[in-house]
């Protein structure tokens, strides 16, 4: 018999990818999705189950028929601007809709989750490359919210024994390497994509939200994660919980930073397209540096990125740009 694993929000960007791969690695991955910003052509037809996680009664419901021996959480509202116009939608979906499903998962008996959190968690950083004791300080509802479910996670270890990874991603980019699955935002927020879209005629030029920053250019630095890399590193924290690993926090990034305008010149390398720019002011509570020390999860886990490399992470962001494959319904 198959593991069974639920994964909410698994018809999203890094969601889908994941599982890709618990399939691929003789998993029975079950999705949780309502679709809200998630699609129907990442999923094959027996995984999706339709549902939101507002709708306790549902999920329980579902966890309880399917018996799942571990959760994998994705599902949330991710636009950190869109966080500070509407706070409340960001408290409800991402921390008490978590917390449904917590309670869902006691109710059923199942005792292992992966919490996807992120480097918002930190705010402005004191320290770069960013370790995991680092101070808690978000600097906007998202991140904040973050914190709150995994400080809540403890809690219901010490109370219920429920086993937990979160794991902080920084900047999530790049498609799966057979060109089935990649990112697609609407709104799209994040910058590599965002740059390809100009390269693909898809929008006329790139914003750049800053240029006095303190950094060598002036643009904000980021560190950028290949997807199949996280990938990796959730199937690695899912197993180690399996067998026995204790409950953690990991960062996932790739301890190098670039900066904005160092993707726009590799992205224009990769296109060939000229790529115009516009500066723009700086965006309130973006920070300038944004690197993670990963050095936990490699030693503890034995994590390893394979596409460190910015080049390599935007040429697969840019073939799946190219695909037309979203426009094809569900993968069979
Ligand atoms: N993409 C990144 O760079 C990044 C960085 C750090 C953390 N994260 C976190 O990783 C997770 C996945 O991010 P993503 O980029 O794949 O986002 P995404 O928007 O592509 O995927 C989120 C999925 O959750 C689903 N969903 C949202 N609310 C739901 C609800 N109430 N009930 C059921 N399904 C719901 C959506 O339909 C979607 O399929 C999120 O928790 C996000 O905060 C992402």
């Given at each position: 018999?198959?593991?069974?694993?639920?994964v909410?929000?698994?018809?999203?960007?890094?969601?889908?990818?994941v599982?890709?791969?618990?399939?691929r690695?003789?998993?029975?991955?079950?999705?949780?999705?309502?679709?809200?910003?998630?699609?129907?052509?990442?999923m094959?037809r027996?995984e999706?189950?339709?549902?939101?996680?507002?709708?306790?009664?549902?999920?329980?419901?579902?966890?309880?028929?399917?018996k799942p021996?571990?959760?994998?959480?994705?599902a949330?509202?991710?636009?950190?601007s869109?966080s500070v116009?509407?706070?409340?939608?960001?408290?409800?979906?991402?921390?008490i809709?978590?917390?449904?499903?917590?309670e869902a998962?006691?109710?059923?008996g199942?005792q292992?989750?992966?919490?996807?959190?992120?480097a918002?968690v930190?705010?402005?950083?004191?320290?770069?490359?960013?370790?995991?004791?680092h101070?808690?300080?978000p600097?906007?509802p998202?991140?904040?919210?973050k914190?709150?479910?995994?400080?809540?996670?403890?809690?219901?270890?010490?109370a219920?024994?429920l086993?937990?990874?979160?794991l902080?991603?920084?900047?999530?980019?790049?498609?799966d390497?057979?060109?089935?699955?990649g990112?697609?935002?609407?709104p799209e927020?994040?910058?590599?994509?965002r740059?390809?879209?100009v390269?693909?005629?898809?929008?006329?030029?790139?914003e750049i939200y800053?240029?006095?920053?303190?950094?060598?250019?002036?643009?904000?630095i980021r560190?950028?994660?290949h997807?199949t890399?996280?990938?990796?590193?959730?199937?690695?924290?899912m197993?180690a919980l399996?067998?026995?690993?204790?409950?953690?926090?990991?960062?996932?990034?790739?301890?190098?930073?670039?900066?904005v305008?160092?993707?726009i010149?590799?992205?224009?390398?990769?296109?060939?397209h000229?790529?115009?720019?516009?500066?723009?002011?700086?965006?309130?509570?973006?920070?300038?540096?944004?690197?993670?020390?990963?050095?936990?999860?490699?030693?503890?886990?034995?994590?390893?990125?394979?596409?460190?490399?910015?080049?390599?992470i935007?040429?697969?962001?840019?073939?799946?740009?190219?695909?037309?494959?979203?426009?094809?319904g569900?993968?069979?």
């Amino acid at each position: 018999m198959k593991k069974v694993i639920l994964v909410t929000g698994g018809a999203g960007y890094i969601g889908s990818h994941v599982v890709k791969e618990l399939e691929r690695k003789g998993y029975q991955p079950l999705v949780y999705d309502n679709l809200s910003t998630g699609h129907r052509w990442a999923m094959k037809r027996d995984e999706l189950i339709e549902g939101d996680l507002g709708d306790k009664a549902h999920l329980q419901k579902i966890l309880h028929k399917e018996k799942p021996v571990a959760v994998m959480h994705f599902a949330a509202r991710s636009i950190v601007s869109e966080s500070v116009e509407r706070p409340e939608l960001y408290f409800r979906n991402n921390v008490i809709n978590t917390f449904n499903l917590l309670e869902a998962m006691l109710a059923s008996g199942v005792q292992y989750f992966i919490f996807s959190s992120s480097a918002a968690v930190y705010g402005n950083p004191q320290q770069v490359p960013i370790p995991e004791d680092h101070p808690l300080d978000p600097v906007n509802p998202y991140g904040e919210g973050k914190v709150v479910v995994e400080r809540a996670l403890p809690w219901y270890e010490e109370a219920h024994d429920l086993r937990h990874i979160s794991l902080r991603y920084f900047n999530a980019a790049g498609a799966d390497p057979e060109g089935e699955l990649g990112e697609d935002h609407n709104p799209e927020t994040h910058l590599i994509p965002r740059v390809l879209e100009v390269a693909a005629m898809k929008r006329p030029l790139i914003e750049i939200y800053g240029t006095d920053y303190d950094t060598p250019d002036g643009t904000c630095i980021r560190d950028y994660i290949h997807v199949t890399d996280l990938v990796q590193a959730h199937i690695l924290a899912m197993e180690a919980l399996l067998n026995g690993h204790p409950s953690r926090v990991y960062n996932l990034g790739n301890q190098r930073g670039f900066s904005v305008r160092e993707v726009i010149e590799v992205a224009r390398g990769v296109t060939g397209h000229p790529i115009p720019t516009k500066e723009s002011p700086r965006r309130p509570g973006d920070p300038p540096v944004l690197i993670a020390s990963s050095e936990r999860i490699k030693k503890e886990l034995g994590w390893k990125p394979h596409h460190d490399d910015l080049r390599t992470i935007i040429e697969k962001a840019w073939r799946w740009i190219l695909t037309e494959k979203k426009d094809k319904g569900p993968l069979c």
